[in-house]
């Protein structure tokens, strides 16, 4: 059975073969990782539903009648509409030549039926994975000869590579200020600054510096080219070169630097994660010193993902609305316990400390760059709609959105939980007074999503037999009078 994964998720893949059991075995394999699959028993049908709809990869047999996977490879390629569309050559013929008649008309990759059973998958992942990095990333080309530039962008542009080109290293440098490419092909002999002066130019500036340098160049001079090495090229092609050889090397350098991007993520997560769990554990060691409020930053995270998620918030920003809300009292660390703790009122000086928490926690994340994007949270979740709130007295929407979904999570938990000042509330309790804080406290559309929330949880608890009230979908969930209570406490 061939190994399926999530990667083909909501792909489309046309399956060409003339065995209808072939097209039935690898059509329910795919389907069974969510890829759209459609059917077409020879090359031309196939050709002609590859003109009428999109495909992210197509799955094509050699023997057929009517047209052969080799001239449907050849004429998917020479069609502008098809050319970029990644084709995988699935046969029973496995001789050394029949492989390479399948690469020459265009192939990305061939592949026999006796190896599908075991790596197909494999091997479509690997495609697409390569199709979808080099789809849209740019290169530059400089060069003095149109002729040049003109072949280089369509070699490059048929296996989906954006094209920039500059007829010399000034007009080149020009580009470079305004875009930087993925991979830079130059000439040397060129007026006004030629590629040794370019390629100089480009290492020195630290921004450019790490883009892949490949000299084109008619001339063979072996020191030549060991000087244009020592100056930071990463290859040297010598002119007339085939096209195929430029798009391979090309290939390989992106397929290198990817390697490279993907250790560095690594390196980077693996960073993330320690240093996480160093501030979960300051996160403890804070809850630690106070029994009231243990286990409050895990239960804000949690009502303020649900809300994000209500709001129908992208997978990644629902991720990070979760990170900070755990993270969003870390300041507390810094605030000493004879405040924290204290069980009566807190002085002007006390709640003046108090207030120092939000400004205190950003500063402790602020050094690592991949927490960058969750600060907002950490600072600004006592800011008020109406610009009473701390640390810098924002008001209505200057206030960060989820800055504003945690403090209701926040308004929640606190209202609903013992502290040292005074015993938790009642649920219905705290829906009013947070209703009630709606637009001078608290975000209006914000409390909205979670008064909406919670009564729909109440509502299927209640269908459920879960919960003893017997709360149902025509009872409102704000039963009580709204009166303003002040500012809510944390």
């Not at 703790?341 to 108090?354: H, M, R």
């Amino acid at each position: 059975m061939i190994k399926t994964t999530a990667f083909l998720k909501e792909l489309r893949i046309l399956v060409v073969d003339d065995s209808a059991v072939v097209r039935s075995v690898l059509s329910k394999e795919l389907l069974r990782s969510g890829v759209e699959v459609t059917q077409a028993e020879n090359g031309q049908q196939a050709y002609d539903i590859a003109l009428c709809k999109e495909f992210d990869l197509i799955i094509t047999d050699v023997e057929m009648p009517q047209m052969d996977g080799i001239e449907l490879c050849r004429k998917l390629k020479s069609n502008p509409k098809t050319q970029q569309t990644p084709i995988v050559i699935l046969s029973s013929l496995d001789r050394e030549d029949d492989i390479k008649r399948g690469y020459k008309a265009g192939a990305s990759t061939y592949i026999t039926k006796t190896q599908a059973k075991e790596s197909l998958i494999e091997t479509i992942e690997n495609v697409l994975q390569k199709t979808t990095f080099q789809r849209g990333r740019m290169i530059l080309v400089v060069d003095d000869s149109s002729t040049v530039r003109r072949l280089v962008e369509k070699g490059l542009a048929e296996v989906g590579f954006k094209v920039v080109k500059a007829e010399n290293g000034r007009a080149a440098l020009e580009i470079l200020r305004h875009e930087k490419p993925d991979l830079i092909l130059s000439d040397i002999d060129m007026p006004e600054m030629n590629g040794e002066a370019f390629c100089q130019a480009v290492h020195a500036d630290p921004v450019l510096a790490s883009i892949p340098f490949v000299v084109m160049s008619a001339n063979n001079d072996r020191p030549i080219m060991r000087h244009m090495l020592q100056l930071g090229a990463d290859a040297y092609l010598v002119k007339p070169f085939n096209i195929d050889q430029l798009v391979i090397t090309v290939e390989k350098l992106l397929s290198d630097k990817l390697l490279i991007l993907h250790k560095e993520k690594e390196r980077l997560e693996n960073e993330q994660r320690i240093i996480l769990a160093s501030i979960t554990s300051l996160c403890c060691a804070l809850e630690a010193r106070d029994a009231y409020t243990r286990g409050h930053s895990e239960a804000v995270s949690d009502i303020a993902t649900r809300i994000a998620m209500h709001m129908g918030m992208a997978q990644e920003d629902v991720e990070l609305v979760k990170l900070g809300g755990k993270l969003h009292d870390i300041g507390k660390i810094g605030v000493i316990d004879s405040v924290l703790l204290k069980p009566g009122k807190l002085s002007d000086e006390e709640f003046a400390i108090i207030k120092r928490h939000p400004v205190i926690g950003a500063d402790i994340l602020r050094p690592v760059p991949s927490l960058a994007k969750i600060l907002p949270i950490v600072l600004h979740h006592h800011e008020r709609m109406d610009g009473k709130g701390y640390p810098e007295g924002l008001s209505g929407e200057n206030i960060p959105l989820w800055a504003r979904i945690t403090a209701v999570g926040d308004t929640y938990h606190a209202l609903t939980s013992d502290r040292p000042y005074r015993k938790g509330m009642s649920r219905e309790k705290a829906f009013q007074i947070i209703d009630s804080a709606s637009g001078t406290q608290l975000c209006p559309d914000c409390v909205e999503v979670f008064l909406k929330m919670e009564q729909a949880e109440i509502s299927r608890a209640a269908r459920t037999g879960a919960d003893n009230k017997a709360y149902t979908d025509e009872e409102p969930l704000i039963r009580l009078p709204r009166s303003i209570a002040g500012p809510i406490a944390d």
